[in-house]
């Protein structure tokens, strides 16, 4: 279970002092600090929030609705109790209770203006309190007891039902009272607070003190229960509403970004399938290249392996099977004798064979003039064939004995 941080917000601006107290996970409550918002709000990463608002700003009453789906009863009550109010009841932010037996449901109505500055120091450090309670709600209550009274010097808050109470100055406290309890004086419980000195005996009543608390929020954070108060995080309040609104904000924005992001998957996919077929047609290539190079190797295993084993055997087989050398005196020829093209060619028992194709058999001519004042390399004409799109020629070189 995750701690608890407990705040009493009476002025929700960060550099005035707010009291709040940490809640253990066994329940314990730590001391009660006094110190700026901002500095509290800084203990809540991780925790629990709870927050406990002032009782005079939330009105506390109950309506009766055909209906057990709590977002019904939260749109209709506004229209059911708006002669209860004197504001229009636009204006006001309406939380819902568990349903009585009866059918009724309690209702906690507050100005939606209050909610948005309660709310707005949390919205500022991007929180949002697990819950918002008004003090009235938070006094002890028990339905054979006697009423709950919070004194404090300036103000006084009473609990006088399930969901029920008031909170009042002390000089009207007497008259409230009265107003609740319809003629019949009720049973008090006075919870003290340390340093206070008040009598109240002059109130008539049975009276319970219940002493021994160092500050307000102490009395209230020990006697909250969840079960038996309101939260006024609901409707358009609500943390998960608050999340589908920003959603809603963000959807356009978030399914372009999908959208791109699966774009770009299929380009690439595209793209990999591409380049897998050029991969293959290039080693389809590669492999028909070596066996016009070396017809004896009738079987591609391993490509790269086999043509390097085949240059080292032709690095080191001697003049008789010199491949570089041969290959050499190719590229020079035919650069020195314009007008022959090499169509193929063929390393074979350690001669090379080439296929060139000329315009004319005076090119061959050149060419074996070019080799007679090369030594080193033998030049064999196979055969030369002229026809109507010029001459074909096949040649054997083979390196000379002497070089």
Not at 204 to 226: D, F, K, N, V
Not at 364 to 379: I, Q, S
Request: net charge neutral.
């Amino acid at each position: 279970m995750r701690e608890t941080l407990f705040l009493r917000l009476r002025e929700p601006a960060l550099d005035v002092p707010c009291a709040h107290a940490l809640g253990g996970a066994d329940g314990a409550l730590l001391h009660v600090r006094e110190a700026p918002l901002r500095e509290a709000l800084a203990l809540a990463a991780g925790r629990r929030l709870v927050v406990f608002v002032p009782g005079a700003e939330v009105r506390l009453t109950q309506v009766k609705v055909p209906s057990r789906q709590p977002a019904k009863v939260l749109q209709a009550a506004p229209y059911l109790l708006e002669d209860q109010f004197a504001e229009d009841v636009e204006t006001l932010h309406f939380a819902l209770g568990p349903r009585a037996g009866d059918g009724t449901y309690p209702i906690a109505a507050v100005s939606k203006t209050h909610m948005e500055r309660w709310l707005a120091p949390f919205r500022e450090h991007h929180l949002m309190p697990d819950w918002l309670v008004p003090e009235t709600l938070a006094l002890p209550w028990d339905e054979s007891a006697a009423w709950a009274v919070l004194a404090e010097p300036a103000q006084i808050t009473a609990r006088t039902g399930a969901y029920a109470g008031f909170s009042c100055l002390p000089q009207d406290f007497e008259l409230f009272l009265q107003l609740a309890e319809g003629g019949t004086p009720h049973a008090l419980r006075i919870l003290v607070i340390q340093g206070a000195s008040a009598d109240y005996t002059a109130l008539q009543r049975p009276l319970e003190l219940l002493p021994g608390y160092a500050h307000p929020l102490e009395a209230l954070a020990r006697h909250w229960r969840p079960a038996r108060s309101i939260n006024l995080l609901q409707g358009p309040y609500s943390p998960r509403e608050t999340l589908q609104r920003y959603w809603r904000q963000w959807r356009v924005a978030a399914a372009l970004l999908a959208a791109a992001f699966l774009l770009g998957i299929a380009v690439n996919g595209v793209e990999a399938v591409r380049l897998k077929r050029a991969a293959a047609a290039q080693e389809a290539a590669n492999e028909a290249r070596f066996h016009q190079l070396f017809p004896s190797e009738v079987r591609v295993v391993d490509l790269q392996a086999q043509a390097e084993q085949q240059l080292a055997l032709a690095r080191g087989a001697g003049a008789g099977n010199n491949l570089f050398l041969l290959l050499q005196q190719t590229a020079e020829s035919l650069s020195a004798t314009p007008g022959l093209t090499l169509k193929n060619l063929e390393f074979r028992d350690g001669a090379l064979l080439l296929d060139l194709a000329g315009n004319d058999l005076q090119v061959l001519e050149k060419l074996r003039g070019w080799f007679a004042t090369h030594p080193g390399v033998n030049l064999e004409v196979q055969s030369a064939d002229a026809g109507e799109n010029g001459v074909q020629i096949r040649l054997k070189l083979s390196v000379a004995k002497s070089a």
